[in-house]
């Protein structure tokens, strides 16, 4: 692999930045300064450093970040706040990703990465990942929409969803806390499915993705890597 391409892909700038970073002999491989972008290394074997900060390749990166409201799941936006502004200089320099997304209004897991065919099979309608969200519903919540639910609800556009689960948590003064578990990632998908059956959803968190689970420590905005055991696991099921 290129010095100058390993460099950028593990978060220490663009080609340009990095070529002046190797200009000024901020470089070394295995201990000798290294000026050659071209320059060919090892990523596992050789040991690269920068101003004596030892680099750490790994070709994909995974993040498990607690979404807040307010903020956009897009790589750029003209007008809001995007999840990658959320991520440091480092990791925002690693071309990452919100692997689907989530409504700017919604809060949660959200799994951000540069691997796009683990994000492909993930968002695949095939590979029936499920996606389990807390909600709170303006209406009670009944057995009745529960039965509705669970054999696929038609939302606007005459399109009728998978079957999804919902269960009841709560009610009180005609409000009901439930988490629902689809298999789809439509537009407001879970929102649209309420108000089929004349109520809304007022508050929205997703909790779980697959196998990955929200991390109760991350407070809104905070992201963390995939642990090894999250990692294997959430690929194992979109294989």
């Not at 779980?208 to 905070?222: F, N, P, S």
Request: charged share 30%.
């Amino acid at each position: 692999m290129r010095l100058d391409k390993l460099l950028a892909n593990s978060g220490f700038g663009s080609r340009t930045e990095v070529k002046s970073l190797l200009k000024a002999g901020a470089v070394t491989v295995n201990d000798t300064r290294q000026k050659e972008a071209k320059y060919q290394v090892n990523a596992t074997q050789d040991k690269v450093e920068v101003h004596g900060e030892l680099v750490v390749y790994e070709e994909f990166t995974y993040l498990m970040m607690n979404k807040p409201q307010g903020v956009v799941s897009a790589t750029e936006d003209n007008w809001d706040e995007t999840v990658i502004d959320l991520l440091d200089e480092r990791d925002q320099l690693k071309k990452l990703f919100p692997v689907g997304r989530l409504d700017k209004d919604t809060e949660g897991l959200l799994l951000i990465s540069n691997n796009g065919v683990l994000a492909h099979n993930l968002l695949s309608p095939k590979k029936h990942v499920d996606k389990t969200y807390f909600a709170k519903i303006d209406g009670v919540v009944t057995e009745a929409d529960i039965a509705i639910f669970k054999e696929g609800v038609t939302i606007s556009d005459n399109y009728t969803c998978k079957p999804a689960e919902l269960v009841i948590l709560a009610t009180e003064n005609g409000i009901s806390t439930v988490e629902i578990t689809i298999q789809e990632g439509k537009f407001h998908q879970v929102k649209r499915m309420f108000e089929a059956v004349d109520k809304q959803v007022t508050y929205l968190k997703r909790l779980r993705m697959g196998t990955l689970e929200l991390d109760a420590g991350l407070a809104l905005g905070e992201y963390r890597p995939l642990t090894e055991k999250e990692l294997a696991s959430l690929i194992a099921k979109s294989e």
